[in-house]
């Protein structure tokens, strides 16, 4: 049996990240919007395709407290 063990945090800062859109309001007001469903969605993915190329039966993902 091969399990892989991932470091979350960096998988969860770039999938948020790349969720992120920006929104310009005028007056130089910007926020970042990010669509939490879109994040998980390609997350997920990734740890599918690791798993898969890794073939690994599996996956355990840390997370820092």
């Known amino acids: 049996m091969r399990t ?3 470091d979350g945090d960096v998988l969860a800062y770039q999938h948020a ?3 992120e859109k920006a ?3 005028g007056d130089g007001d910007w926020t970042l919007h990010a669509d939490e ?3 998980r969605s390609h997350l997920d993915s990734q740890i599918l395709e690791l ?3 890794l ?3 599996k ?3 840390v997370l820092s407290d």
Do not use: C, M, P, R
Request: aromatic fraction near 4%.
């Open 51 to 53: 798993k898969q190329t």
């Open 37 to 39: 469903g879109e994040a």
């Open 55 to 57: 073939e690994a039966d």
């Open 23 to 25: 929104i310009n309001w």
């Open 59 to 61: 996956v355990i993902v």
């Open 17 to 19: 990240h790349s969720a």
């Open 4 to 6: 892989i063990l991932i």
